[in-house]
């Protein structure tokens, strides 16, 4: 099994980044996607969410309105945009995955840095 992150890098504020995360070895289509973030000294935070049909996403609260989730189960892939960033967004993304059976899997993370 294998999720992929990509995507990430130095941006100033009000900059956009698009992550991608490419996953392998289980089915895709029926599995829960999401994106979470851990920034430096904080506990790892969900950002965003979406289901198997791609409906009903949800998100943190902080980031309602400037990010969006989306998914290719053709390209086993999900999505991240992310638009106007500001400093506080800055840390580690990590894919998850949970799969029809139950089992979670986590990529290895892509840093995000926003900063002037």
């Known amino acids: 099994v ?3 992150e990509s995507g990430g890098g130095l941006v100033q ?4 980044l698009r992550l991608s995360c490419a ?9 829960h996607m999401s994106w979470y973030r851990q920034a430096p000294g904080k506990e790892r935070e ?6 198997r049909g791609g409906g009903n996403t949800n998100y943190a609260n902080s980031v309602k309105g400037r990010f969006t ?10 999505y991240l ?3 106007s960033l500001k400093p506080e ?4 993304y990590y894919c998850r995955a949970l799969s ?7 990529g290895q993370g892509t840093q995000v840095t926003v900063s002037s």
């Not at 504020?13 to 956009?16: K, R, V």
């Not at 070895?25 to 599995?31: E, K, L």
């Not at 029809?100 to 986590?106: C, E, K, L, N, P």
């Open 46 to 51: 969900l950002v965003a969410a979406i289901p």
């Open 89 to 92: 967004d800055t840390a580690v």
């Open 23 to 31: 996953a392998s070895g289980f089915t895709f289509s029926p599995s």
């Open 2 to 4: 294998q999720l992929v």
């Open 100 to 106: 029809i059976m139950g089992t979670v899997y986590w």
């Open 69 to 78: 989730i989306s998914r290719d189960n053709a390209k086993n892939t999900v």
């Open 81 to 83: 945009q992310m638009n």
């Open 13 to 16: 504020p009000g900059e956009s």
